[in-house]
């Protein structure tokens, strides 16, 4: 089912394209067939068969092929002549749309749609429950997200209603665009000068995605023009700007005012937000408040004897500063999780000498082209075969969704190995310490410091270029690879446990995020006055379907505890899919006339009960790995143990007999 009967919103084969593609007019037959050979095959397929129905394109024939992430198996077009003639359709597709003038084209039937996307993935069909989450992926109805009115309330109940987001990255930009979508009034107050949260705070060489850009996107921003398969910070950055102006938000938003405390008024039925900003400080009121604070928002330093004590610059990656020259200086860097891996072989670059502190390596996924954009050719077919960067987000989507990433990082209880836990985790282990022992061959001494002492993916898995990576780095002679233990930081540099002096010019700390903290360091005060501290007191944070607490009402958490997904879908799906419900609550209130909307204290529980029955079976909890991924008390708070699919049926509607309305 595409769209709900009563829907308000237009039928998609009736709706024309924003532009014509003068581009396209002007092309050779020359030009149209070298950008078809750039054409992804398996999205061609589903493309071609949703815009001409031609069965010759869906009678190609798919075999098993490897997948995007490591050890998976998805299914690919494997002969040159079924590959060859669906790039010969698509060029006659183009031509032909080109000598009729390149005007404006309808997306096809959308009972179409169900067939086409299936080929685009490479399944006989998609789970039959699953079809509106994967048109929605497609987003040919960028607001299918987003709260559309059956009948909207009056002017005058949408005018005394307000709401405040905290944040602008890419949770608070898109809670942003919706509620000015659906006329609701709203402020966001965002602590940093800029839009973009950690894209905006994060500028140390070498940062970089680690999800394919074109899943790394709002189905709002269908329409940007994504520059690489996996974009650099500036990329990012670029896209967020370019959000915040394309969908008019940056004018609701104050910079520089940072949340300090929130809190819940019963007599007026508001909430209370006291923040710092240009001005100093400051008070809001607000009817409901949205929690846009990233995952990865506030920096970890380590407690080491002796930082205050360097006599040279020292900082968190997070940190970087403006216009750091650190070309001929000896630069160490603390820390081999995601940062300092991106970080390392960039600084190798330009530093005199780079020394690198490590205390658990990480397992490295190595992709070709991860620094390279995308060839002109991908971008000309963006801009002139209709649909095809729809065709791609779903086809990117779909090899990191919960069909054939989830099942990678599960727990088979059954399986005995002493490194592994799964057979196929078991064989992912095998092809990264090969990869490992292929780079570092030179260097035998490296290898066994480069291989993890725990499982892939019960830690964040880093995405590498397969060329030119940490391994390669560490095989520099201005690189030097420290793993002893760090006694402590000394006036020039920093002493390991074996007694050894390490001189350096400059520190960087990349020892991660105080991820397990959610809403930290902000104090949440609830009905009676509870802090969401003590509501968490017990074994770390936790929500009701990741965003909704009991005693908090009109309170919702975009990117709350255990909303990481992890095995299917990504960060942007579930913020969107939490960003609906929340909209449909707020609905809610705004046509009853009713006030409030909470969880109940028992759904908090039987929802988190059920979500650590699932986690058990995650190979996240394996205890030999030492990140974020386990709090204190040996849980997740961070990670979602639901596949996407299921957490998309969860967030799709309200379920009132788990909410109090009062």
């Known amino acids: 089912m595409v769209a709900e009967q009563g829907s308000s919103r237009p039928e998609l084969s009736d709706r024309p394209e924003l532009s014509d593609r003068p581009e396209l007019v002007e092309a050779t037959d020359e030009q149209i067939d070298d950008a078809v050979n750039y054409a992804d095959p398996m999205a061609l397929r589903g493309l071609l068969y949703q815009l001409t129905g031609d069965e010759s394109v869906a009678a190609t024939k798919i075999e098993a092929v490897p997948g995007y992430v490591g050890g998976n198996l998805s299914f690919g077009l494997t002969d040159p ?13 183009l031509k032909a749309h080109r000598d009729s ?43 299918a997200r987003g709260l559309n009115w059956e009948e909207p309330p009056a002017p005058d109940v949408l005018e005394e209603f307000s709401v405040i987001v905290i944040g602008s990255g890419m949770g608070g930009l898109n809670a942003a665009a919706q509620l000015l979508h659906a006329g609701i009034s709203f402020t966001v107050l965002e602590k940093n000068s800029g839009v973009g949260g950690t894209w905006f705070e994060n500028r140390y060489p070498g940062a970089r995605v680690d999800s394919p850009s074109r899943a790394y996107t709002h189905i709002l921003g269908v329409e940007f ?5 996996w974009c650099s910070q500036a990329e990012n950055q670029r896209y967020f700007d370019w959000f915040a102006d394309r969908f008019g938000v940056r004018e609701h938003i104050q910079f520089d005012t940072e949340v300090t405390t929130v809190t819940w008024h019963e007599d007026t039925a508001t909430w209370e937000v006291e923040a710092k900003g240009p001005q100093g400080r400051q008070v809001l009121r607000a009817n409901a408040v949205i929690s846009a604070v990233g995952l990865l928002s506030r ?7 002796g930082m205050d004590e360097f006599a040279g610059p020292s900082f968190h990656t997070a940190r970087w500063p403006g216009g750091l020259d650190v070309s001929g200086r000896r630069v160490a860097v603390i820390g081999t999780g995601c940062s300092g891996v991106q970080l390392v072989p960039e600084l190798a670059k330009l530093a005199g000498h780079v020394t690198v502190f490590q205390r658990t ?13 995308f060839p002109e050719q991908v971008h000309w077919l963006d801009r002139n075969l209709p649909y095809h960067a729809h065709f791609m987000r779903f086809r990117t989507n779909w090899l990191l969704g919960p ?3 989830g099942p990678l990082r599960e727990i088979d209880p059954e399986f005995e190995d002493p490194f592994a836990r799964s057979a196929v985790n078991k064989q992912i282990r095998d092809e990264r310490v090969a990869f490992i022992r292929n780079k570092l061959a030179s260097r035998p001494d490296l290898v066994e410091k480069m291989i993890p002492p725990h499982p892939p993916f019960s830690a964040r898995p880093v995405q590498v270029d397969n060329s030119y990576n940490m391994y ?3 095989m520099r002679d201005d690189v030097t690879l420290v793993t002893e233990g760090i006694e402590r930081i000394t006036p020039t540099g920093i002493r390991t446990v074996d007694g050894a002096d390490h001189e350096v010019d400059v520190i960087v700390y990349a020892t991660g995020f105080r991820a397990n903290e959610c809403l930290w360091p902000m104090e949440v005060l609830g009905r009676a006055g509870q802090s969401v501290h003590d509501l968490w007191s017990k074994d770390g944070p936790r929500a009701y379907l990741g965003t909704m607490l009991p005693g908090f009402p009109n309170l919702f958490l975009i990117y709350g505890p255990n909303m990481n997904p992890y095995g299917g879908l990504g960060v942007v799906n579930h913020q969107e899919m939490a960003t609906r419900l929340l909209l449909d609550c707020l609905k809610e209130l705004l046509l009853t006339g009713k ?3 909470e969880v109940t204290e028992e759904a908090y529980w039987r929802y988190n009960d059920q979500l650590d029955e699932r986690e058990r079976f995650k190979i996240y909890k394996d205890p030999r790995a030492n990140s974020y991924y386990r709090n204190d008390h040996g849980r997740s708070v961070t990670n979602c143990p639901f596949p996407g699919n299921e957490m998309w049926h969860r967030l799709r509607r309200p379920n009132y007999d788990d909410l109090i309305v009062r």
């Open 101 to 143: 003038g390149a005007g404006p084209i309808g997306p096809g039937p959308l009972e179409r749609l169900p067939h086409s996307l299936a080929l685009a993935g490479g399944v006989e069909a998609l789970p039959e429950e699953d079809v509106e989450l994967w048109v929605e992926e497609l987003s040919l109805d960028p607001w």
């Open 595 to 597: 006030r409030t909307v």
């Open 299 to 305: 920096p970890s330093l380590p407690r080491i004897t």
């Open 472 to 474: 390669d780095a560490i």
């Open 81 to 93: 002549a079924d590959i060859a003639l669906l790039r010969a359709r698509a060029a006659t597709f």
């Open 403 to 405: 069909y054939l990433s």
């Open 361 to 373: 390596p990480q397992w490295l996924f190595g992709h070709d082209g991860y620094l390279s954009p």
């Open 225 to 229: 023009d994504t520059p690489s398969p």
